[in-house]
């Protein structure tokens, strides 16, 4: 059995990771949970821990409705089925096809494939291939004979896929950015000197106490201009988004993100973790539905280009020290003390 202080830390930080470990009992209500359900937490006083369902029900409580917790084996086996079904089948299947195949309603298993991989199931379709199309890129087909490869019926269904999302296309990935144009500016902050950098797509770049010098070994085949006025609007947002971390604002600004599926993953976890919390690699890769990748999930958050709307200052050290930074750990504990003031 778990231990008792590390399992209330759990249930107060809903981690999915400890769903299936133990169950949170709640005396004063007969009720007994999931360690990550959403409903208001009980009292600590009135919490009792129980290894499993069976050992809750003898005595005398009730699984609770909106959590489920006798379902996180069938949940976990219902998701590997699909992801499963997913890489075998030619089109993506449907989100109907993959509820028959689990046996759940579609609007309920969307919701748990959801909470397992951070995607809906088409999202995942979709970042699989894009992943896959990479892959044959980089071992050398052409630009068409990688699209085919990575199983799309066509160019233009690649492309509808990966624009908006990734901001590049196929060709940019193979030669660096080339022909790409990347608008910066360096820009005065309370927590110093911000360099942001963005395309027509979205903000590719983020990052403090750097010069124009550093943006080109991150991009070394795109053109790099001075931004115009067309992007202070943009720019005005990204500094909000510094000076005040973790407002609304966060969500509503494009990004021009270059990633692998898996680092486009962990980055998406990333924005999901509330702001005034932290994760360890251990946790965020555990949400990811693979608690053994805590290795790769950090290699993924240091690929990041975009500090601060990617919160990759958000994961701390497993013994909850600080841990490391990117720019520097005074600019990360200024950051979380920020979101967690906010
Ligand atoms: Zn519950």
């Avoid at 990550?36 to 069976?54: I, K, T, W, Y």
């Avoid at 809750?56 to 086996?77: I, N």
């Avoid at 590049?168 to 942001?196: P, Q």
């Avoid at 000076?243 to 604002?249: H, K, L, V």
Wanted: aromatic share 8%.
């Amino acid at each position: 059995m778990i231990d008792q202080g590390q399992a209330w830390q759990a249930v107060k930080r809903r981690d999915r990771a400890f769903d299936g470990r133990f169950v949170t009992g709640v005396m004063s209500t007969g009720i007994y949970c999931r360690p990550s359900c959403a409903a208001r937490h009980p009292l600590r006083e009135n919490v009792r821990f129980f290894a499993d369902g069976q050992s809750a029900r003898a005595a005398g409580l009730r699984p609770c409705k909106r959590c489920l917790p006798d379902d996180v084996g069938r949940d976990e086996a219902a998701v590997m089925a699909a992801v499963d079904e997913i890489r075998r089948a030619e089109d993506a299947p449907t989100l109907a096809v993959l509820a028959q195949i689990t046996g759940y309603s579609p609007t309920h298993f969307q919701k748990v494939f959801k909470r397992a991989t951070g995607l809906s199931p088409a999202a995942y379709a979709r970042a699989l291939r894009e992943e896959r199309a990479r892959e044959a890129l980089s071992a050398g087909y052409s630009v068409t004979g990688a699209i085919y490869e990575a199983g799309y019926s066509s160019p233009s269904r690649f492309y509808d896929d990966t624009k908006g999302k990734l901001g590049m296309t196929a060709s940019d990935w193979k030669d660096g950015g080339k022909g790409r144009t990347v608008h910066w500016s360096v820009i005065d902050t309370s927590l110093g000197s911000m360099l942001v950098a963005a395309t027509e797509q979205g903000v590719c770049c983020l990052s403090f106490n750097e010069d124009e010098g550093d943006l080109a070994r991150r991009f070394p085949e795109a053109e790099l201009v001075e931004a115009g006025e067309e992007f202070r609007d943009l720019f005005r947002q990204v500094t909000a988004a510094v000076e005040n971390p973790g407002q609304a604002t966060l969500a509503s600004i494009p990004l021009d993100v270059k990633g692998t599926a898996f680092q486009q993953r962990v980055w998406q976890a990333l924005r999901e973790i509330p702001a005034g919390e932290t994760r360890s690699y251990g946790e965020l890769a555990a949400a990811l539905g693979n608690p053994k990748a805590s290795r790769a999930v950090g290699g993924a958050n240091g690929a990041n280009n975009i500090a601060v709307l990617i919160p990759c200052h958000r994961v701390i050290a497993a013994d909850g020290s600080l841990g490391g930074y990117a720019y520097g750990t005074q600019i990360k504990a200024e950051l979380l003390e920020r979101e967690k003031s906010r």
